[in-house]
């Protein structure tokens, strides 16, 4: 089994930024597939970004078109964390934002494929 526990949201102004923490632990690998979800009120919930492994330390890194260029994942293995950072937030990023991990190396972006999930972490942007 897989536990996630994220960390790192709250209340920002538009253009502000957040770094959210995501900790592994449990049975994870460091070939896992790593992503981060959002689901706004009344939405359903939508991808925002995966890192995977490509081989030996490469990992690549896959986005929603929505936060490309804005926001950036990224992944220590050494500490089974993985990070998002959100840059230039819009007020249309508010959303319960959530981890996920998924026991294969190749990219995902349907939540459906992901077999472990955090308990969400609200991220709210105000105008």
């Known amino acids: 089994q897989v536990q996630l526990v994220e960390s790192g949201g709250g209340l920002v102004q538009a253009g502000g930024s957040l770094r959210l923490s995501c900790v592994a632990s449990g049975r994870i690998f460091s070939w896992y597939t790593m992503g981060w979800f959002r689901q706004a009120p009344g939405k359903e919930r939508e991808f925002v970004a995966a890192v995977r492994w490509s081989g030996s330390s490469t990992y690549y890194s896959y986005y929603a078109d929505s936060v490309q260029g804005r926001f950036t994942i990224s992944r220590d293995n050494a500490k089974n964390t993985v990070y998002l950072q959100m840059n230039s937030l819009k007020p249309e990023d508010t959303a319960v934002y959530y981890c996920?991990?998924?026991?294969?190396?190749?990219?995902?972006?349907?939540?459906?494929?992901?077999?472990?999930w955090g308990q969400g972490t609200q991220v709210t942007v105000s105008s």
């Open positions: 996920a991990a998924r026991d294969s190396s190749s990219i995902a972006r349907d939540s459906k494929e992901y077999n472990y």
